[in-house]
């Protein structure tokens, strides 16, 4: 991707004001309204001579040759990145059946598209769409994303004020979730004080004994490192000790992340942004992977023979990996919800099919890893 990423870094710096080898398009445009301008007032004024007319001229034609030559530049810069990506992807890009057809279906596409927008929001944005599709969107709902972003924002400006108010009118969900957010709120708050110039820790400790204590015998830990990085003032000394990561933005900025998840689950939506995660597991390799198996496949005359699961293995992040996946060690091959894993009496664990083909006549299976003989009867399902 060098080649491409090169040419499009050089088209970018061509379509920058005052970049290339001439003036930018905006600046021979302003320059030339500029002196329509003047000559119209001079022309209202009646003090317009025929030297007057001339001079526009040429000016105009000037522009224009500034205009055609800046064009030319970034045409060619276009053409090369073309090139450039036909070089690199010699592959024609696939061509499926429309997956929307129906009425249903593209309502829920659309829907899907309008909540993204909200979701990250792009409220203009999603006005606009909302109006062309014609589709309806609860008040409340779009009152509820509003209200996130309101206190995302003020995060952002690191104030923990409207983010502790809703987090006290949820108290109970987030006890039931165990969600650290309130304690990481405090804590924010609690390392600002710390750090504030002139040093002092003194409204940092008063801060902690006001509203940290409650949260020790779930924070133990976390609470004591707290309380030792007073030791280590100014924030020159702190990031140089073992609490160096309590200097760090990360302290204040992970905040918004978590909120946001918080706040999603609240509404029964996911933790992360369904648009934005399709996007990076497809533009990450899977689709490029999928749709190379899928033209084997079709080379060989053979075919997907499972509708819930993929022919090849497609890597993921660690974000974006949603259940436990469990590999059988004999036959190498993933469980699934007609094959699922076995644990037997000695503890190793197989899947049912691989348990089936190692039991005897009498029903007794000797591990594969050990020398322990079970009954099959006796294995025991096993969910991650």
């Given at each position: 991707m060098d080649g491409p990423l090169k040419d499009l870094s050089?088209?970018?710096?061509?379509?920058?004001?005052?970049?290339?080898?001439?003036?930018?398009?905006?600046?021979s445009v302003d320059y030339l309204l500029q002196s329509l301008r003047e000559v119209k007032a001079r022309i209202n004024a009646g003090n317009v001579t025929e030297d007057t007319y001339v001079?526009?001229?040429?000016?105009?034609?000037?522009?224009?040759?500034?205009?055609?030559?800046?064009?030319k530049e970034i045409y060619n810069g276009i053409a090369r990145l073309g090139k450039?990506?036909?070089?690199?992807?010699?592959?024609?890009?696939?061509?499926?059946?429309?997956?929307?057809?129906?009425?249903?279906?593209?309502?829920?596409?659309?829907?899907t598209i309008a909540l993204h927008f909200l979701r990250t929001g792009?409220?203009?944005?999603?006005?606009?769409?909302?109006?062309?599709?014609?589709?309806?969107?609860?008040?409340?709902?779009?009152?509820?994303?509003?209200?996130?972003?309101?206190?995302?924002?003020?995060?952002?400006?690191?104030?923990?004020?409207p983010a502790l108010e809703w987090s006290l009118k949820n108290r109970e969900f987030l006890r039931k979730r165990s969600s650290p957010l309130v304690f990481y709120l405090h804590r924010s708050q609690f390392v600002r004080l710390l750090l504030a110039e002139p040093p002092d820790a003194g409204p940092a400790i008063s801060y902690a004994n006001a509203t940290l204590r409650s949260f020790y015998p779930?924070?133990?830990?976390?609470?004591?490192?707290?309380?030792?990085?007073?030791?280590?003032?100014?924030?020159?000394?702190?990031?140089?000790?073992?609490?160096?990561?309590?200097?760090?933005?990360?302290?204040?900025?992970?905040?918004?992340?978590?909120?946001?998840?918080?706040?999603?689950?609240?509404?029964?939506?996911?933790?992360?942004?369904?648009?934005?995660?399709?996007?990076?597991?497809?533009?990450?390799?899977?689709?490029?992977r999928i749709e190379k198996a899928r033209t084997v496949m079709k080379e060989r005359k053979s075919e997907w023979s499972q509708t819930d699961e993929l022919p090849i293995e497609i890597q993921l992040a660690p974000e974006n990996r949603y259940h436990s996946i469990f590999a059988c060690p004999v036959s190498k091959e993933q469980s699934t919800e007609q094959n699922p894993p076995m644990m037997m009496s000695c503890g190793h664990v197989i899947t049912k099919e691989s348990l089936q083909k190692l039991s005897k006549t009498n029903g007794?299976?000797?591990?594969?890893y050990c020398p322990t003989e079970s009954a099959q009867a006796n294995a025991l399902r096993v969910v991650f």
């Open positions: 050089k088209l970018e710096r061509l379509t920058e004001k005052a970049k290339g080898k001439t003036t930018s398009i905006e600046n001079l526009l001229a040429q000016t105009v034609e000037a522009k224009k040759k500034e205009i055609d030559e800046k064009q450039a990506l036909d070089k690199k992807f010699t592959q024609p890009l696939p061509t499926y059946e429309p997956l929307f057809a129906s009425k249903d279906a593209q309502a829920a596409l659309e829907r792009q409220f203009s944005t999603a006005e606009t769409f909302i109006q062309e599709c014609k589709m309806v969107i609860e008040p409340e709902q779009r009152t509820k994303f509003q209200d996130l972003h309101r206190i995302v924002l003020a995060l952002k400006r690191q104030d923990i004020g779930e924070h133990a830990t976390e609470f004591q490192r707290l309380m030792t990085s007073v030791l280590y003032l100014p924030k020159e000394r702190l990031q140089r000790s073992p609490y160096a990561d309590l200097a760090s933005d990360s302290v204040h900025t992970d905040l918004e992340p978590l909120f946001a998840k918080e706040y999603c689950t609240n509404l029964g939506m996911s933790r992360q942004v369904p648009l934005r995660v399709i996007g990076d597991i497809g533009g990450g390799g899977a689709l490029a007794r299976v000797k591990c594969p």
